[in-house]
């Protein structure tokens, strides 16, 4: 059975730290992994990952994939209040769309 | 433009009721799905279905049902409704199973 897990569930910060959120893996003929972040509403979509150890990055959050050790990790640097959210990750691969638990940022000023 | 649209919003409904939930997409994806969001926020999918394939999760009750009219739409018709149906109901669309684009939700409250 497919499998995501992510880590950590929960994590608080201040304003101007770094966070990484990890996500680790199990999905039979591996497609893509994608890292989402929801707030109030839908998921939003952040990264597509297909190749390993090239690095995506929009603004402060980037993501990288390792498709030999199974998991993704997504940092945001500079933190902001506005980054507060649930990130997910999900895989794709013979089934679809599979989600972690999702991991809840929340920045404080 | 929205791109993945999904209505109602808002759906408050008694117990044993039979709803139905409308979904269209206008990004010309091959694949939608349909998901279930519990109060502690797990996306947990109930179905995808293409033009060749319907991929049921298998532990989903048999009174959820997709209809898709045509590519662009994939319904979600509920029948009996159960209070543990309370939830967010998500649908999303892909191209070629790739990274999926979410709908805005529609919350059910069973009363």
């Known amino acids: 059975e497919d499998k995501v897990v992510q880590s950590p569930l929960s994590l608080v910060v201040h304003e101007g730290d770094t966070v990484t959120l990890n996500c680790s893996y199990e999905?039979?003929?591996?497609?893509?992994l994608l890292w989402y972040k929801q707030e109030k509403k839908a998921p939003t979509f952040l990264f597509m990952l297909t190749s390993s150890g090239i690095e995506k990055k929009s603004g402060r959050l980037s993501s990288i994939l390792d498709k030999k050790e199974l998991f993704s990790i997504l940092n945001i640097t500079a933190t902001q209040t506005g980054d507060s959210a649930v990130y997910l990750c999900a895989v794709t691969g013979n089934t679809p769309l599979v989600f972690g638990k999702g991991t809840r940022l929340s920045v404080i000023a | 433009d929205t791109a993945v649209s999904q209505t109602p919003k808002y759906l408050v409904t008694q117990m044993g009721n039979d709803k139905s939930i409308k979904c269209e997409q206008n990004l010309g994806h091959d694949t939608m799905y349909w998901y279930k969001q519990d109060s502690k926020k797990f996306l947990k999918i109930m179905f995808s279905?293409?033009?060749?394939?319907?991929?049921i999760n298998e532990t989903v009750p048999n009174r959820f049902s997709p209809k898709s009219p045509d590519k662009a739409h994939l319904n979600l018709h509920i029948n009996s409704l159960e209070l543990g149906d309370s939830a967010v109901y998500f649908c999303?669309?892909?191209?070629?199973?790739?990274?999926?684009?979410f709908g805005q939700g529609t919350r059910l409250t069973v009363v």
């Open positions: 999303a669309s892909s191209f070629k199973n790739l990274g999926a684009f």
């Open positions: 999905v039979t003929n591996f497609r893509s």
């Open positions: 279905y293409n033009n060749k394939e319907l991929i």
